[in-house]
């Protein structure tokens, strides 16, 4: 039960587009369609942004965007906006019928 | 709405036991699959176990696995994580998380709603 590898931060511009990556194994990640991606801001529990790899929930911004090429997932946030500054985690149903989280990534909107 | 309320956190010594609580409201409790994540202070998000909906299959993690134990009353749309020999890692708040999709989908970790969260804090 390895923790899936992301970037520990990244950052851009209001307006700009970022990408987060999400790497794991044909165990998790690239084995099965349920890849989610997870915004929590300070204090706060986390939210559900994209499930089941690219489906957003109802009242998240098509801003958001979520794809997967083979072991790895990444987030697109594109127009980023100040209120898009966060932590952001990735997470993974895996071959064991258990789930496994990213160890997560600082956005930072410049 | 739906709600999910943890209690049951606290400071406790390394070795003891402690029990987790999360009371839902708002939705079928008995049709969902529930989680326990956890996150250190200052650290990131870490699954700790699922139970099915009906409470005949749970899974840990391998950090939990042995000393934790799981368990839903669905009769009273309540889950439990029952910590024993707990260690200074076990230090976190702990969230219980509904997952989206009801049925035999109860270990996909598309959590819809999530708990506020409680406090463990494990220490001599």
């Known amino acids: 039960q390895s923790a899936l590898t992301q970037p520990a931060s990244v950052s851009g511009s209001p307006g700009q587009s970022i990408t987060i990556s999400c790497t794991g194994s044909?165990?998790?990640?690239?084995?099965?369609?349920?890849v989610s991606w997870y915004q929590q801001h300070p204090g706060k529990a986390p939210k559900l942004m994209i499930y089941?790899?690219?489906n957003r929930p109802s009242g998240v911004p098509d801003r958001f965007s979520g794809s997967r090429s083979g072991n790895t997932a990444s987030l697109t946030i594109s127009g980023l906006q100040a209120e898009d500054e966060a932590d952001y985690y990735c997470?993974?149903?895996?071959?064991?019928?258990?789930?496994?989280f990213g160890g997560g990534t600082k956005l930072t909107v410049l | 709405q739906v709600q999910l309320v943890e209690s049951g956190g606290g400071v406790v010594q390394p070795g003891r036991s402690l029990t987790l609580s999360c009371a839902a409201s708002?939705?079928?409790?008995?049709?969902?699959?529930m989680h326990w994540v956890r996150q250190a202070p200052g650290k990131g998000l870490e699954w700790v176990a699922v139970?099915?909906?009906?409470?005949?299959?749970?899974y840990y993690a391998d950090s939990v696995k042995g000393r934790f134990i799981m368990s839903r009353d669905n009769s009273q749309s309540t889950l439990y994580l029952r910590m024993n020999s707990l260690r200074t890692e076990d230090t976190a708040v702990y969230y219980c998380?509904?997952?989206?999709?009801?049925?035999?989908?109860?270990?996909?970790?598309?959590?819809?709603?999530w708990g506020q969260g409680t406090l463990v804090t494990v220490s001599s």
């Open positions: 139970v099915s909906y009906d409470g005949n299959y749970k």
């Open positions: 997470s993974s149903y895996t071959s064991s019928n258990t789930a496994v």
């Open positions: 708002g939705f079928t409790f008995s049709s969902y699959g």
């Open positions: 089941e790899v690219s």
């Open positions: 998380a509904k997952v989206n999709c009801g049925g035999d989908c109860y270990s996909r970790p598309d959590y819809d709603y």
């Open positions: 044909s165990s998790d990640v690239g084995g099965y369609n349920y």
